[in-house]
């Protein structure tokens, strides 16, 4: 069955061609989904009453713990007819298992290719790809998958390892990266170490995927202004999850991440389920078009962002996403004071007295957070020690703990077995 378009036709049918794949959404949902089935049940919803997107608010959400706990609930086909297994990280409890069908991974395909694309993608191009390849990660057969439909060259490298990374870029000539930005912060320094000259490098852009490299107003954060101001290089912000099996990539224009409405329906709710305006903060909640094997209704993502309706620059006139602000089960309140883990990345980022970190929370004896800082520091010195707390202490306006580590330490703690993304938070709250 071909549930999602091969053409524009539906970005030229605007809110009409959603609502319409929307009602076969509903239809399909069910039919096929024992989860959805029962929901509707339980909601008393007939889907057939669901017209508009305004509608969506008379719906349930989905969260989390309902794809957790009830996992093979929301798979529409028969198992003959999955084709591939990928699963979530798992950073937020237990990995979830998305299983796709071949009509999935097809879309999956025109996904990446229309984010490649919107990131100022051509045939021409050769993309490093400096991700995890295997163990059920989606991105990278998304990103493989999505550059054979552009036509450009791929380099199949894997994550890591700086010395092959560049011995590649140098016989291979590759004109775009697609990497964590903190690891291009990696590369960086490798280069530096070992006399390579990075701006004379082939490579003149970047796909940037898993940190931030944005402010809310779009400008560039620390770590996105700690790369260019080095490396003459474009950088492209990208956000996705697994469940959503959709990207929403910047222009080059690096005013948002572009929605691509023929793929998904997005909304931002507030606290009560409710669309917030835009500009302000909300949870972001997707409805998948054209997926087969597992489709979601209503799913919430935890993530917080805002949203812009204006048209951009660029020509394209669909919502676009801020960086994420947070997490909304990683929001943390420390001495009066509320922190999400990305503007604790961005602190750490700036100062050279810290060469790498991990965040750590946990509940205290009476039940509040407490943040521990695991820190490698560029030297051992209590001047180096004083400059650390002052800058926190100022920052913040609150003192988090701090544990100096060895830098053999540090990765330890960001790379677990089978974990195929670097650690940089750890919840240890009940």
Request: proline letters at 5%; charged letters at 20%.
């Amino acid at each position: 069955m071909q549930l999602y378009p091969t053409d524009n036709s539906i970005l030229n049918s605007g809110t009409a061609g959603q609502e319409k794949r929307l009602q076969q959404l509903l239809s399909y949902l069910a039919a096929h989904s024992p989860y959805y089935h029962q929901l509707f049940t339980q909601h008393q919803v007939q889907v057939d009453q669901i017209k508009t997107l305004s509608d969506l608010t008379r719906l349930p959400t989905t969260t989390k713990e309902d794809l957790q706990r009830r996992n093979w609930d929301f798979l529409c086909v028969p198992m003959d007819k999955v084709a591939e297994y990928t699963s979530t990280s798992g950073t937020l409890g237990g990995p979830v298992t998305i299983a796709l069908t071949d009509n999935d991974l097809n879309r999956l395909a025109y996904n990446e290719y229309l984010s490649f694309t919107c990131a100022d993608g051509r045939a021409g191009d050769v993309y490093q790809l400096m991700l995890t390849l295997d163990r059920q990660f989606m991105a990278g057969i998304a990103y493989y998958m999505g550059l054979r439909r552009m036509g450009a060259g791929i380099i199949r490298l894997g994550p890591g390892v700086p010395a092959l990374q560049w011995e590649t870029i140098k016989r291979l000539q590759p004109t775009a990266i697609v990497a964590v930005p903190s690891f291009i912060l990696k590369l960086m320094q490798y280069a530096k170490d070992n006399g390579i000259d990075i701006n004379q490098s082939s490579v003149k852009k970047a796909i940037c995927i898993g940190e931030n490299i944005r402010n809310t107003d779009f400008s560039l954060n620390i770590l996105g202004r700690k790369i260019t101001d080095s490396w003459t290089i474009k950088l492209y912000s990208t956000y996705a999850s697994t469940e959503m099996q959709t990207a929403f990539t910047e222009c080059g224009q690096g005013k948002g991440g572009h929605h691509q409405p023929e793929l998904v329906i997005a909304e931002l709710l507030d606290d009560n389920d409710r669309p917030v305006a835009p500009g302000t903060p909300g949870e972001l909640t997707i409805t998948t078009l054209g997926v087969e094997g597992m489709p979601l209704l209503r799913y919430k993502t935890g993530d917080i962002c805002q949203y812009l309706t204006e048209p951009c620059a660029c020509g394209r006139t669909s919502m676009r996403l801020s960086p994420i602000m947070g997490r909304k089960k990683q929001m943390i309140k420390f001495k009066g004071t509320t922190l999400y883990p990305p503007a604790l990345f961005d602190l750490l980022n700036e100062r050279d007295e810290i060469l790498d970190y991990v965040v750590e929370v946990y509940a205290n004896e009476v039940g509040l957070d407490e943040v521990l800082l695991h820190i490698v520091p560029a030297e051992t010195t209590e001047e180096c020690d004083h400059r650390i707390r002052a800058y926190l202490q100022a920052r913040l306006r609150v003192s988090p703990h701090i544990k100096y580590v060895t830098i053999e330490e540090i990765q330890k703690m960001q790379f677990p077995e089978m974990m195929r993304k670097a650690v940089k938070f750890l919840d240890r709250r009940s």
